[in-house]
């Protein structure tokens, strides 16, 4: 990912040094198994140990020359050892054991950092879903006004979705931890299950139940989905920041700082700017996906046609997210709330957000579902077009004040009632 959208954090887990550093750390771990199981000498396993290390300008002038990645970082280890013991490198082992292991540690790291977000995230959520409980707006459905909300409830919605988001990679936290000490086909024709059992462990992941040369790719398209679907998510919040920011509702806004141009050659704009790019990255974000899809199926026991992709993929994908996250994050520390705009804006549908509350009222009293919609849907357009109270129509209707009296309508009507169920949504949060 390119740097205008990389955080620390996530960059370092899946940097060129972290890779190189974790595939060492499973070599000296399987050599440390092997000299438990008496195949490797102590003697020089701690030769080993007191002399390896990498080189990755080194690796990469081998690998000029081997044309394989692994195969030049053994090389360059093995020079760093330059003695006999320096045979015990890479034992037992074929590429994938030590990458897809790697890889998963990799992905566990991930998943701790992604997770971390999301909890702080939830944490400014719940602070604003609270804060805001009570701030009446209007529901829009189709961008047209329906009934009121408050904007605390709406926050509400997010916070939960994204509660589900953290304890789904909680769970697939467990899946992609998983790597292999099997072999070139999977079938310990080197080392034993044992071996790997005991290598990953100390790892801090799991084995994988029967692999073949590699760890099964479904594994991986659960954790770019499970990403896909917190960008999805991180979108639809962000869409509606814009929505709401927008010159003709502004109900609320992003922080705007101080020194902040929101264009080249207008200087009065303050545009939506940081939704916007989220917006933009969750697209990339879910187009990463497919990739991992079609690098499920591969020839045999194994191909290289993943390999590529995923070098691209995994880390993009997890320093998007993380990115994304961040920043909306931020957006909702620092959100500006409008609460007279809420107010002018809810005035504009002249009280028509009433209309289901007497329909339901009239079928109560006897009516039939169509009845009453012809009663209320005429009164409702009037209200709307010719710009007059709905309250004050209905309590002047002939045909409606047959049925119901002008003080229940006026009792009915109150933006109390409409939201007088949704105080236990928040019991849990509070």
Known sequence: MIPRYTLPEMAEIWSEEKKFQLMLKIELEVLKVLVKEKIVPKDEYDEIVKKIKID???IKQIEKITKHDVAAFVDQLSESV????????HFGLTSSDVLDTATAIQLKLSCDQLMKRLKTLLDVLKSQALKYKNLIMIGRTHGVHAEPITFGYKLLGWYYEIKQHYEMLEYIKKIVSVGKISGVV??????????????????????EPVS??????????YYLTTLANIAAS????????????????????????????GSSAMPHKRNPVLSENICGLARVIRSYTIAGYENVALWHERDISHSSAERIILPDISIATDFIIHRFTEIMKNIVVYP????????KSYNIFYSQTLLSELVKKGLSRQQAYKIIQPIA?????????????????????KIISEKE??????????????????????
């Not at 330059?82 to 490198?89: G, P, T, V």
């Not at 079938?187 to 801090?204: A, R």
């Not at 007279?340 to 005035?347: F, I, R, T, V």
Request: aromatic content about 10%; hydrophobic content about 35%; charged content about 30%.
């Open 234 to 261: 991180l979108e639809r919040f962000a869409t509606e920041i814009r929505h709401l920011q927008r010159t003709e509702v502004l109900e609320v806004e992003e922080p705007f700082s101080k020194g902040q141009k």
């Open 56 to 58: 990755i300008k080194r």
């Open 186 to 207: 999977g079938t310990y024709s080197q080392l034993s299950v044992d071996i790997e059992n005991k290598v990953l462990k100390n790892l801090g992941i799991y084995s």
């Open 340 to 347: 007279e705009n809420m107010e002018e804006n809810l005035k």
């Open 409 to 430: 309508i006026k009792k009915l009507c109150s933006i109390k009632f409409l939201l007088r169920n949704i105080e236990k949504k928040f019991d849990e949060i509070s």
């Open 381 to 401: 357009h009037k209200a709307l077009l010719e710009k007059k109270d709905f309250i004050f129509l209905c309590c002047n209707s002939p045909q409606l004040l």
């Open 212 to 221: 073949t040369q590699v760890v099964p790719r479904y594994r991986y398209v």
């Open 82 to 89: 330059k003695s006999n013991s320096a045979r015990w490198i």
